[in-house]
């Protein structure tokens, strides 16, 4: 690959995030969705107790590469939500481990309900062809970079 083209390719990437988060996360804050407006982390640590399960904080926090202290305040605010809940390990009761609520999934799937929502509206002015191109780049996407994670 040519020196330029590279570099597209990473301007590409690093605007893609936040350009996707906006059209996402757009009217979610708005007041009748002012529940769900909550940091990106917030939303991943839930993800990953609800696909893998209790964990450690620490486990969360390598997958996330956030700091231990962040971790905390996030756990901790979580837990003040009723999202989660913090139980010392059966195995070794040094270990505090955060497993997802009945609360917390269902705030996940009144949450996805939300993004959903505003999906819809954002792509209302895009004509099918283009929706389907539209999906058709997101696997392509998410198929790459699956790949790269496998190396």
Same mark, same amino acid.
């Given at each position: 690959m040519q020196e330029k083209e590279f570099? $597209?390719?990473?301007?590409?990437?690093?605007?893609?995030?936040?350009?996707f988060y906006r059209k996402i996360k757009t009217s979610i804050n708005h007041e009748k969705h002012s529940r769900y407006s909550k940091p990106t982390g917030y939303y991943q640590v839930l993800g990953?107790?609800?696909h893998v399960g209790p964990l450690p904080i620490s486990e969360i926090g390598k997958m996330l590469f956030t700091s231990k202290p962040n971790m905390t305040s996030l756990i =901790?605010?979580?837990?003040? =939500?009723?999202?989660?809940?913090?139980?010392r390990s059966k195995d070794d009761r040094r270990i505090? $481990?955060?497993e997802i609520t009945e609360e917390g999934k269902n705030f996940l799937i009144e949450g996805r309900k939300a993004v959903e929502k505003n999906i819809k509206e954002n792509i209302l002015n895009l004509t099918e062809a283009e929706i389907e191109v539209l999906? =058709?780049?997101l696997e392509n996407i998410k198929k790459l970079l699956l790949k790269m994670d496998n190396k």
């Open positions: 570099e $597209k390719m990473v301007d590409n990437i690093l605007i893609y995030y936040p350009l990953i107790l609800i =901790d605010r979580l837990v003040k =939500d009723g999202n989660v809940k913090r139980s505090v $481990k955060v999906n =058709d780049s």
